[in-house]
Nanobody, 114 residues
Framework: QVQLVESGGGLVQPGGSLRLSCAAS????????MGWYRQAPGKERELVAA??????TNYADSVKGRFTISRGDLKTLYLQMNSLKPEDTAFYYC?????????WGKGTLVTVSS
């Protein structure tokens, strides 16, 4: 098992930036991939960005060129978010995959508003 804790959310104006962090603990050596998902009110959870152990990344079309996912080390995942838009407002969740099973954090709220 792995435990995930997100941080870094908050209120930001349109065009601003935020960096989300995810701290992992537990069986971190078995993590094969990590990712960021988001869920806006009344909408389904969607993939924002993902990164494999081999540093291969993929992004949702809506965030390409604005968001960057990275791993600081085996225990830390980041999401750098630039040029934020009101439609980026959502709860952002960190995920980790171990042996085909996905684990989730409790989420951090990002609000983009003037």
């Amino acid at each position: 098992q792995v435990q995930l804790v997100e941080s870094g959310g908050g209120l930001v104006q349109p065009g601003g930036s935020l960096r989300l962090s995810c701290a992992a603990s537990g069986n971190i050596f078995s993590i094969s991939a990590m990712g960021w998902y988001r869920q806006a009110p009344g909408k389904e959870r969607e993939l924002v960005a993902a990164i494999s152990r081999g540093v291969s990344t993929n992004y949702a079309d809506s965030v390409k060129g604005r968001f960057t996912i990275s791993r600081g080390d085996l225990k830390t995942l980041y999401l750098q978010m630039n040029s934020l838009k009101p439609e980026d407002t959502a709860f952002y969740y960190c995920s980790a995959r171990i042996y085909g099973m996905d684990y989730w954090g409790k989420g951090t709220l990002v609000t983009v508003s003037s």
